[in-house]
């Protein structure tokens, strides 16, 4: 991978850019012009490989290529790409890249408000050519890469080549520069035309000058030579990490050094301690091994003498006696298994085997039964609640049907009376207090005074009905 | 000579992540821009993929991330394939997110990552996908070309 801002890296090939980039670009038409003249021979510039001066606000990257955008469209749903990470996008799925909604190549693309335009015009970038030191607002980067930096690539002047050259070489009088040489340094075989910046930048054999002590030296040399070695180059005092503030070319910093820094008694000391410190983590892991080893083999003594003193004992401690076979097995086992305990690993022996897979067994047991109990408890309790759930069903529907009995008598009550009525009227008025008498216990009001002929059920039951019905409702 | 679109946002995406990554997502390796390494951890207590450390292998295509990548889970000493129900214990993994459909450009390794976590963290099925043996013993597929049918949206 060669490393940002190589000439290479500038080139981007107009093939690959999908064409309807070129339409959302705001250009003038004298560039436009300009630049379709150029574009036989020049490079055309990579947006996505400038370096922005400052970071760019996070508000301001494609979310596609994660670079600043380059000519900008909005989607129908408001999501702002660059138009060639949008159209490549399209390609495979024809959806926004961020919320999937539909979106239609190009004919659904909005432009951007000119102010977001001006903002990204305004960032500061850098020239993307290697030997380039141009700086610019990235409106003017485009003019200045592909029109006038003399390092941008273009079309060889041998119209036989079809390999490209910084501007600045591509003059007719120097002709094709793209002859193999080989590098008096490392004997890579390089083109004549970038001998100079392979020299310059890649070169590992060339000799280059120390930057700080001018020393001549090979460039792979140059870093070590000036982390450890340089006189001229700036460095801190050793013993900076104690609090010594003293930090200036290695040639005084040696001087402070050799002349006795404040700092070095409390340097040493601290390297001392650091030591020692080391030697105690040391020795700490040591004991903590040590005694986990000991407690191990103290339980396994115990559990031993445990198994091999009583049998009762174990027989009592295990609560199903579907183990107290395993138990005897336990007892028989040291003549059975001969002594093969003192071998250091867990569980060696037979017994301590046994014993812990018995152990397991009565804790699975254990669990079990404690699982099966609460089961048990939840179970009852989901029917204790269904079981008043019911009754509670039982008791309303015995309520409604009281209420239903009810209003039956007083229907019945109501018939009878109107039956008595009828009879009543034919037979004469006397039966009529009888009649009254029914009403009233049926526990409404008494009826009002009114002329014996009005005594029809029909304008009867609507004054009642409310007096009547109340004192159902109430039930 | 062009450096691909891959190169270029896998050069900002790296750069961004070897400053700063998620919790429980690390960088293992990422010497080229065709195939990165990195090791998830589950942060939360679920006890299927408690203390465990899982490795993924990242491969781009000259087109991510218009593309999605191909991500799955390799197996080492100390880093095991994790139980669930939609990772074949060849470490392939089964997720719309990784597929043609699911995929989206604005997706990148960090979120890939942060997704296969929250992934793990949702299940509670100590199992893998149905058919597994016979998946892991006949394909020879790249997961890319495999049709997955993506029916299970509770994971």
């Known amino acids: ?475 | 000579m062009t450096v691909p679109f891959a190169a270029k946002r896998l050069g900002k995406e790296l750069q961004k992540i070897s400053n700063s990554l998620p919790p429980g997502v690390e960088l293992v390796s990422a010497e080229n821009f065709e195939e990165w390494l990195l090791d998830i951890k589950v942060l939360d207590d679920n006890p299927l993929y408690q203390n465990q450390t899982y490795r993924l292998k990242f491969r781009f295509g000259p087109s991510y991330p218009i593309e999605p990548p191909e991500v799955v889970f390799v197996q080492l000493p100390d880093r095991p394939i994790p139980m669930h129900p939609h990772v074949y214990s060849n470490g392939i993994i089964c997720l719309d997110l990784l597929g043609q459909q699911g995929w989206s450009p604005v997706q990148n390794v960090e979120s890939v990552c942060m997704s296969l976590q929250s992934m793990l963290t949702g299940n509670s099925k100590n199992e893998r996908p149905p058919g597994d043996e016979d998946f892991v013993r006949v394909n020879r597929q790249r997961p890319k070309d495999i049709q997955f049918y993506y029916h299970d949206n509770d994971v």
Request: net charge negative; aromatic share 4%.
């Open chain 1, 1 to 475: 991978m060669p490393p940002p801002n190589t000439p290479e890296e500038g080139l981007a090939t107009t093939a690959l850019r999908p064409s309807d980039e070129d339409n959302f670009r705001v250009s003038s038409p004298s560039s436009a012009m300009a630049h379709a003249s150029q574009t036989t021979c020049s490079s055309k510039l990579d947006y996505q490989n400038i370096e922005y001066i400052d970071p760019v606000d996070e508000t301001l990257l494609c979310p596609v290529c994660k670079t600043a955008f380059h000519s900008p469209i909005t989607t129908p749903c408001g999501h702002t790409f660059c138009a060639g990470c949008i159209n490549r996008a399209l390609e495979t799925q024809s959806t926004c890249p961020i919320d999937r909604l539909p979106v239609d190549k190009t004919r659904d693309y909005v432009r951007l408000p000119l102010i977001i335009k001006d903002q990204l015009d305004r960032l500061q970038v850098k020239c993307p050519n290697r030997g380039c030191d141009y700086q610019c607002s990235r409106e003017h980067i485009e003019g200045h890469y592909e029109r006038r930096c003399e390092h941008t690539p273009v079309q060889c002047p041998d119209p036989t080549c079809s390999q490209r050259v910084p501007r600045r070489d591509a003059a007719p009088e120097n002709g094709c520069m793209h002859q193999e040489v080989t590098c008096e340094f490392c004997e890579e075989r390089v083109t004549f035309v970038e001998i100079i910046s392979h020299q310059t930048y890649d070169c590992r054999g060339a000799i280059v000058n120390c930057p700080d002590c001018k020393e001549h030296l090979s460039r792979h040399c140059l870093a070590k030579h000036q982390a450890q070695d340089c006189p001229e180059s700036n460095t801190q005092c050793k013993w900076h990490s104690a609090g010594c503030k003293v930090a200036d070319k290695r040639r005084v910093v040696q001087e402070h050094e050799q002349s006795g820094c404040p700092s070095e008694v409390v340097g040493r000391l601290m390297q001392k301690q650091d030591e020692d410190r080391k030697i105690i983590d040391e020795l700490a892991g040591r004991l903590t091994k040590f005694e986990l080893a000991q407690s191990k083999k103290r339980e396994r003594h115990t559990q031993r003498t445990r198994v091999g003193g009583s049998n009762v004992a174990n027989t009592s401690r295990s609560a199903t006696g579907a183990n107290v076979p395993g138990i005897t097995l336990n007892n028989n086992a040291p003549p059975l298994f001969p002594d093969s305990t003192d071998d250091g690993a867990e569980g060696g022996s037979p017994e301590d085997y046994l014993l812990a897979q018995f152990e397991r067994l009565e804790a699975q047991v254990e669990l079990l039964r404690k699982q099966s109990l609460e089961m048990d408890a939840r179970q009852s309790h989901i029917i204790l609640q269904h079981a008043t759930h019911f009754s509670e069903h039982l008791t309303e529907i015995g309520n409604k049907v009281g209420i239903v009995n009810m209003h039956m008598s007083w229907l019945m009550s109501l018939q009878r009376q109107n039956v008595q009525q009828r009879a009543g009227s034919t037979a004469g008025p006397s039966n009529t207090g009888m009649s009254h008498g029914n009403v009233t216990s049926g526990g409404g009001r008494p009826p009002p005074p009114r002329e014996t002929s009005g005594w029809v059920y029909s304008e009867e039951s609507p004054r009642n009905s409310e007096g009547r019905s109340e004192p159902l409702h109430r039930l």
